[in-house]
């Protein structure tokens, strides 16, 4: 099992900047890969960034390349989302996920988080 628990969200005005972080526990192999995701109300819940600890690759959405920055910290087990330059259309309820294998698709994901909102006004 593998338990993740997202902070950092909150409010911020248009241009400012927030950092997530996912505290993760648990089996490591089963987190090689770790994801987040952002879901606004009433819309499907969609991929913004993933690294994969084996190789080292990372992957962003088109929408938050340059602005977005997904890290971790293996002595710490978290993983972090910087997020600067951020825009009201980034507000979304953002979740941390774990897999064994990096992908944009969130059915590829075992372990999610709760969930933190962030909410960035106009």
């Known amino acids: 099992q593998v338990q993740l628990v997202e902070s950092g969200g909150g409010l911020v005005q248009t241009g400012g900047s927030l950092r997530l972080s996912c505290a993760a526990s648990?089996?490591?192999?089963?987190?090689?890969?770790m994801g987040w995701f952002r879901q606004a109300p009433g819309k499907e819940r969609d991929f913004v960034a993933a690294?994969?600890?084996?190789?080292?690759?990372?992957w962003y959405a088109d929408s938050v390349k340059g602005r977005f920055t997904i890290s971790r910290d293996n002595a710490k087990n978290t993983v972090y989302l910087q997020m600067n330059s951020l825009k009201p259309e980034d507000t979304a309820v953002y979740y941390c996920?774990?897999?064994?294998?990096?992908?944009?698709?969130?059915?590829?994901?075992?372990?999610w988080g709760q969930g933190t909102q962030v909410t960035v006004s106009s």
């Open positions: 648990g089996r490591t192999f089963s987190r090689n890969a």
């Open positions: 690294n994969t600890y084996s190789s080292g690759n990372t």
């Open positions: 996920a774990a897999g064994r294998v990096g992908s944009s698709d969130a059915w590829r994901y075992d372990y």
